[in-house]
């Protein structure tokens, strides 16, 4: 290794892009910039009544350009000069519609105010309808074409929306080459790529999203997909063939772009792959550990040795892939459609009439905006705290986590949470109990289903800003699921986990273990079940079970 080599980590977010510079040979963090997308801020392109969520690819432009100067910046001049490599993970599946260049349509005059030529981001759901004709469809087949996506397609992946995007927009249908995730196209856009048919697409968004699979010899074939509908016919022909796990190199920085970051040409840029895989590598995954990166969803991975997976497949996950967390080993990802978004919407709710009832004749509008900044900065720490205090009795307010649908076990996003067992006496920290109790509860059920079906779970890792920042769900987490959880110390485990991949890219490393060795930063703190809470879970878990069986039933008869 070189006296000092320095990476960068990109990861792309919901709300916004971090970026930071590691030394690669210690993993020490040098400099971290964020950048808050501000067209995404202002709510543009999106109508959440109708689970649309659109993202603007000059949003994801300006802040990689700018995190990664700012990072620069703090960093010091002589370390532009010693960087290395730069890898990326985003949201996922987060695709967009691009023409034969690769350029997303919003980046064209005719389409920069259309949503349906901007990135559909993981959490739209507005192809519910295209993943249930999937599901229906696939059946038909002899091949079992679902079998490595939990048997089960969700439209939140790649072929739902990009079926309702042809069919909604019929110029966007005219103008679409290729369909395109985000997480292959900033790796394209920083090497320069002018041709779609070029572009190098990672293992992970492909079979974890996409239905590709080495056992298929790719994608599954043409007439899957055109007996689907016509408007399909010929489309697996402008998209890839074949795929690659995030330790190889998709090129070097182009010459615009080494320029508007100041960097070499020769800083190689890695394959790219979803936040929570390469979140997974940043904290430091164990075989048979369920990393779980909670942020505004949790997504959920496990690795394991393909050799002892022995043909094992789980049912109702996000998919298992060789090679999509780890090299060498299958990734298999689950998670949860809402979790930190949870907390966010009640903490909305609560602050309804601070942003709504804005005519005070006490206080001035400056004043006004202050105080309902400090309450929302605050509202969750003292939920959490005062919920802390509650007693736990089985009979006690009962939620459902499905706020956003449900992603696993078994994909379902047109169902809805409740909340039951109220009365007078129920208060906001009751209700937060059994919200925070519900998002804990849906991370058991995925537990379970791994468990059931073969796959050994041995503890938990939490890493993202709700592991890191809220004891209080930690601690119910550990005695819901009645196994220890330890929480990374890595601030950015997704961006570290980038900057590990871009080391292995640029040879630093030859593998990615050796990576996570030489630059993990361990771990802060380990929450133990407690035992007196872990009795009354149990018997409080059969009745969100209960619960969950009769919402969905309910609302088959809507």
Excluded at 49 to 59: A, W
Excluded at 228 to 252: M, Q, V, Y
Excluded at 543 to 548: A, I, M, P
Aim: proline share 5%; hydrophobic share 40%.
């Amino acid at each position: 290794m070189p006296e000092k080599s320095f990476v960068i980590g990109v990861d792309y977010g919901t709300d916004s892009v971090r970026s930071v510079i590691l030394d690669a040979q210690n993993g020490e963090e040098i400099a971290s910039a964020s950048f808050e997308y501000p067209r995404w801020k202002a709510g543009l392109f999106c109508n959440p009544e109708q689970n649309q969520f659109r993202q603007h690819p000059l949003d994801y432009i300006e802040g990689l350009e700018a995190t990664i100067k700012e990072c620069l910046h703090k960093a010091g001049s002589n370390v532009a000069s010693q960087v290395k490599a730069i890898s990326v993970d985003t949201t996922g599946s987060t695709p967009v519609a691009v023409n034969e260049s690769g350029t997303p349509l919003a980046l064209l005059p005719d389409f920069e105010n259309n949503p349906n030529g901007m990135f559909v981001l993981w959490k739209d759901h507005t192809s519910i309808k295209e993943a249930a004709e999937i599901n229906a469809h696939a059946p038909k087949f002899p091949v079992n074409y679902l079998q490595y996506v939990g048997g089960i397609y969700s439209s939140e992946w790649f072929w739902a929306k990009l079926l309702h995007i042809l069919r909604v927009d019929p110029a966007v249908r005219e103008a679409c080459y290729s369909w395109v995730e985000h997480c292959d196209w900033i790796p394209f856009l920083l090497t320069g790529g002018n041709d779609v048919r070029n572009m190098k697409r990672g293992v992970c968004s492909a079979g974890h999203k996409a239905l590709w699979a080495a056992d298929f010899g790719g994608l599954p074939p043409n007439d899957f997909f055109s007996s689907l509908d016509p408007l399909l016919n010929g489309f697996t022909s402008r998209l890839f063939d074949e795929t690659c796990t995030s330790d190889k190199s998709a090129g070097t920085l182009s010459e615009e772009w080494a320029e508007r970051l100041g960097l070499s040409k020769n800083v190689v840029v890695g394959v790219g792959a979803f936040d929570a895989h390469m979140g997974a590598v940043g904290g430091q995954v164990e075989p048979y550990y369920l990393s779980k990166v909670m942020g505004t969803s949790t997504c959920d991975i496990l690795i394991a040795p393909a050799g002892e997976v022995n043909g094992i497949l789980v049912n109702g996950i996000c998919g298992q892939v060789d090679g999509s967390v780890v090299p060498g080993m299958i990734g298999l990802e689950a998670g949860q459609s809402a979790f930190g978004d949870i907390y966010a919407w009640f903490r909305n709710i609560l602050l309804w009439p601070l942003n709504n009832l804005r005519n005070s004749s006490i206080i001035d509008e400056s004043t006004v905006e202050k105080l309902i900044k400090e309450q929302s900065d605050q509202i969750i720490s003292e939920l959490s705290s005062a919920a802390s205090k509650l007693p736990i009795n089985e009979s006690d307010e009962l939620s459902i986590d499905w706020l956003n649908g449900r992603r696993t076990p078994d994909a379902n996003q047109e169902v809805k949470a409740t909340i039951t067992g109220l009365n007078l006496g129920t208060d906001a920290p009751r209700i937060f109990k059994s919200l925070v109790e519900a998002s804990c509860f849906g991370a058991k059920a995925i537990v379970e289903r791994f468990i059931e079906q073969g796959i050994p779970v041995k503890g938990l890792i939490g890493m993202g800003g709700v592991a890191k920042k809220s004891p209080y769900i930690m601690q119910t987490m550990a005695d819901v699921m009645n196994m220890p959880i330890k929480i990374h110390k890595s601030e950015q485990t997704c961006a570290t986990g980038a900057a590990m991949f871009a080391a292995t890219a640029a040879g630093i490393y030859s593998n990615v273990q050796e990576a996570m060795s030489a630059m993990g930063q361990g771990f802060e703190k380990e929450y133990y079940p407690r035992k007196e809470n872990v009795e009354i879970y149990e018997k409080r878990y059969l009745k969100y079970q209960k619960l969950g069986e009769f919402t969905e039933q309910l609302l088959k008869y809507k």
